[in-house]
């Protein structure tokens, strides 16, 4: 190993810690891990390393737009209240040069490993730019890490034939019982995207096993971002595709995140895939990455961002944030997503109205504010449209909008003071819930921060994530239908 922190580490730390002073903590989400300083984009190294969490994150400290990528740092001790930690990898080796893509991290006898993507970016004889993607490794001590002295650890040796040394990345490593496994995306000779397995006895050789899965055509070209895990009695693999095309409201345009569900046959290395379906249906989700929590939970975190319809605050020094950590559950053969459950230590003024029947516009009392876990469980359905408006006042509003006869929610934000004109609304089906035999409910969980909002449909059935960068003065909160609606609501402020 090479034993010393670069000069250009040493460096960036510096400048990272003293932009970080200019930054007032008010303006920052108060559950939500974001930038501390610049751009962050996909979640990275997302593991348990000595009984702490720790969440590393692609990271430009230099600027709020991508740009050569380091690895920010965080760690935390229940996925709510994040301690920043110094960067821990800057692109400053040959071999990494173009920067420090998106990977895991696994704890492996007291150290930390940290496996990446290292891009090489340069210049040929002949004046044209090149670039290359290998897989590289580090380790270090949960707060320091020294890149591997003979990366890179996997090379365009080792891809199968037709693999594209240019579309190499994303490394998501785990541990089985006859040694280490990583997936990685990659592009195949036929321009599509596919997930290559690779095994290791020893983190530092690896060898090429498998093709899992492959795009073919139809689920968008690359594949960025995999993992792959068994959830209840069925193994998956996560991707995130780009170039996208939507397929009904089941997938958008663009880039995106899916779940393929499917079995796994470890013995012969063979991925089945059964069914695909979208992870998020909001406007800002993408490159989720999981892990198995200390009391074996999956929690998938992912990046609050679009890489399309991206939008930033003009008037932050940061751009970034992740989405709340989920939890997975398999149920009825969909996985299910919910906010981890460490968020309720941090619930105060709890506030609960029942049975109320809403025939136009109206606030409840005590329910209002911008860092809230909002529930409404809608009871009876004699409307057409049913509309929770949230960050609002008279300049600004931000809605979710239920239309009953097309079981459709949709996502709104054309008003939260936006000044660009980037994509604001998507559309979600979604349906009704049997409460008794015959009673039907709907459930709308509305998790609010600063600048964000996952709606979470059904205990998870169904999830839609949005960011908006509404002034925080607007925090009004009021119901709304074109019918009668009767509902309950349960509000919790969130104070970290
Ligand atoms: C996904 C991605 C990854 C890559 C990283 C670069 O958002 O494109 O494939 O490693 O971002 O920042």
Redesign the pocket.
Known sequence: MNQKMSQKLQMVRKIEENKIKNISEDTRPIYHVSSPVGWM??PNGFSIYKDEYHLFF?YHPFSTA?GP?HWGHYKSKDFIRWEQLPIAMAPDENYDNG?C??GSAIEVNGEHILIY?GVIDHYLDDGSHDYRQIQCLAKGDGKDYIKYRHNPIISGEQLPEGGNIKDF??PKIWKEDDGYYLVV?NRAIDGYGQILLYRSANLKDWKFITVLDSSQGEYGKMW??PDFFALDEKQILLI?PQDMRAQGYEFHNGNNSIFLYGTYDKENHIFKREKVTAIDYGLDF??PQTLLSKDGRRIMIA?MQS?DAHITSESHDWSGMMTIPRELTIKNGRIYQTPVRELSYYYQNKIIYRQQTIKEMIDFKGISGRSLDLEIEILDFNFEHFAVHFACNEQYDMELIYNHKRNCLTIDRTHSGLVRDVVCRRKMKINKMEMNSNEEVLKLRLLIDYYSVEVFVNDGEKVMSAIFFTPLEADGILFDTDGSATINVTKYDIRV
């Open positions: 984009n996909d692609q991508w990528m920067g893509y998106s993507t990345r994303d995306g960025e971002c995130s993408y490159a990046w890489w």
